[in-house]
Structure formats: C-alpha cells, structure tokens
C-alpha cells in the first residue's frame, strides 16, 4: 500500500493565487522529504530538500520565496506556490525515504498533485 | 540538473514481447533505483540496486547494476498490457544529501 500521501490531487486557481501542498509519510516518520515538478513529457526535477525542523534546501534556480517549504513535524512538509502564475503549472511530486541505518533506502513517492493556474 | 542517459526514449512492441531498457552516467553512483509512473500518478519503485553487479528480479521485471557503477538496464519478459507506462532510472550517490538523480524516462506501449 501506499506510504506517502500527498493531497490535494489537483488543484485549478486563478493567477496570484497561493497553494498550499501536504505531504504525508503514513507509517513512518520521515526527517527528510523531497519536492519535485515535473512538465509533460519529461522527467521529475529535483526543486528542494524538506529538513524536518530546519530550513529546506533549494536546488539552483528554484525561487525560495516562490516555493515556501515547512515541514513542522515528523510526517508531514507542506510546500506553497505563492502567487502561483501560469507558468507554475505542473505536476508537483513528494517523496519520502523509511530512516534506517542503511543510508540508501529509496524513495517512495506520493500520487502528485495537478496545478492549473488560470 | 544532472540527468541519467536513458534510452530508449520511447518503445512501441506486441503484447508478449521482452523489453529491455538502460542508463548510463558519467560517473559513479552507489544506488539505482528503477521506478514505473502511470498517467496522473507518482512514480511506484519496482526494483532497488545497491551493490555492482548485483541483479535483482522482481516478477517479469529483471534489473542489473553495472559493474562500473555507472549504467543500469532493466529488462520486462513476456511484456502485458499493465506494463504500459513510463519507467525511470534513478541514481543515489549515497552520503547525506539523499538526493536522487533521474532518467529521462522510457514510454512503454504495447500493441495488443
């Protein structure tokens, strides 16, 4: 079954709208979660890293005040599209990886969510 | 972004036909993880790789990573109309940033 939740599943707004998406790991807690977009036809792209009780890590060219990240506790980051404009449209992923010793657990991923800015 | 080079790009075959897909990196990565996304899903792991030269089944789906560290092929036998979709390579350089780098992704479609 799933591990991650990500809700909503889609979204449609009007342009200077903010979103806010959560982030679920359902039966594990995840100190570190991870934000992708992805366009269509082409591959995820990394945006940041979701560091539980810190700030997150931005990949280069990802607007940190565009894309604000919280991850507030043990289960859950929460990424807003402030202001979100047409071109933000996409496909915004989140995943997360079980904490174990072993360093290279994969990562799972939740369903996406679909945003549509008008 | 660093991406994986993965090929081929995109696959059209007959139902009951092996498939067989892979990525290269210029450079070393201590995990490759391959992964399967269905129209308007997230992508669901299928087959996780952690040692050079290991090779991993899981059902129809048979995965190898390279000695070299630096490719990875996935193979699907006896392809089915279920094993439509997009699949991605993914590469873990291990340490503490986690971070995973991927394919550019191979679309499958099956011709009944």
């Known amino acids: 079954g799933a591990v991650v939740s990500q809700h909503p599943s889609w979204v449609i707004c009007k342009s200077g709208t903010s979103v806010k998406i959560e982030c679920r790991s359902l039966?594990?807690?995840?100190?570190?979660m991870f934000w992708y977009r992805q366009f269509p036809k082409q591959s995820l792209m990394l945006m940041a890293t979701?560091?539980?009780?810190?700030?997150?890590?931005?990949e280069q060219g990802v607007e940190k005040d565009k894309f604000l990240i919280n991850h507030a506790s043990l289960t859950l980051s929460t990424l807003t599209v402030t202001s979100a404009h047409p071109e933000d449209s996409s496909f915004y992923i989140c995943?997360?990886?079980?904490?174990?010793?072993?360093?290279?657990?994969?990562?799972?991923f939740g369903d996406g969510t679909r945003l549509s800015i008008l | 972004g660093q991406q994986l080079n993965q090929s081929p790009q995109s696959m059209f075959i007959q139902e009951g036909e092996d498939v067989s897909m892979n990525c290269t990196s210029s450079?070393?990565?201590?995990?490759w993880l391959w992964y399967k996304q269905d129209p308007g899903e997230g992508p669901v792991l299928l087959i996780a790789?952690?040692?050079?030269?290991e090779l991993t089944s899981n059902g129809r789906l048979t995965a190898q990573f390279g000695i070299t560290r630096k490719d990875s092929f996935l193979n699907i036998s006896a392809s089915i109309p279920s094993d439509v979709g997009i699949y991605f390579c993914?590469?873990?350089?291990?340490?503490?940033?986690?971070?995973?780098?991927f394919g550019q992704g191979t679309r499958l479609t099956i011709n009944p």
């Open positions: 979701s560091n539980e009780g810190s700030k997150a890590t931005y």
């Open positions: 790789l952690y040692k050079a030269g």
């Open positions: 993914a590469g873990h350089k291990g340490g503490g940033a986690q971070k995973l780098v």
């Open positions: 450079s070393i990565f201590n995990t």
């Open positions: 995943s997360a990886r079980r904490p174990t010793e072993n360093s290279n657990q994969p990562q799972h």
């Open positions: 039966d594990f807690q995840a100190t570190t």
